[in-house]
């Protein structure tokens, strides 16, 4: 099993994020300001293309894990706190509901294998089992673990 590169893409995209859009600030008015970030700032620091990094920020956008932040040095913040977005998140909003087999994936019904398969009825604990692994690895998580 391998994640698509697109996906390992907004993981690296969201923890970077993470870094920068999660923290409160204040500013040169001593206002405080939730900090943010954009595409072509997290591309350049990721070193992942920018049209693949825009990409990937409309992706997480329309799932809910960043919102867009209007106005003079506007960009995206993340929509919850790091600790609250999981790797099974971001992975699900770049690839849609997980499912590691056909089988898993009530949407489809495409196995040739289904009316003799002793598997099937299996699959859907080993699917829970993976994306119950992802639900615990946040984005908190994931940068406490890059400073160690």
Same mark, same amino acid.
């Given at each position: 099993m391998r994640l698509s590169s697109l996906a390992d893409y907004a993981v690296?995209?969201?923890?970077a994020a993470a870094r920068h859009c999660g923290h409160a600030a204040v500013d040169a008015a001593g206002k405080r300001r939730i900090g943010r970030s954009n595409a072509r700032a997290l591309?350049?620091?990721?070193?992942?293309?920018?049209?693949?990094?825009q990409k990937l920020v409309s992706k997480l956008s329309s799932a809910g894990l960043i919102e867009s932040v &209007? %106005? /003079?040095g506007g960009g995206f913040r993340l929509a919850r706190p790091p600790a609250a977005i999981s790797m099974a998140d971001i992975i699900e909003a770049v690839e849609g509901p997980m499912a590691m087999t056909c089988c898993a994936d009530d949407a489809r019904d495409?196995?040739?294998?289904?009316?003799?398969c002793h598997v099937k009825p299996h699959m859907?604990?080993?699917?829970?089992?993976? &994306? %119950? /692994?992802?639900?615990?690895v946040t984005l908190a998580s994931l940068n406490q673990e890059a400073r160690i």
């Open positions: 690296v995209l969201m923890t591309s350049e620091e990721t070193g992942i293309p920018l049209p693949t990094a &209007r %106005g /003079a495409d196995c040739a294998l289904e009316t003799q859907a604990h080993v699917n829970n089992a993976v &994306r %119950g /692994a992802l639900d615990n």
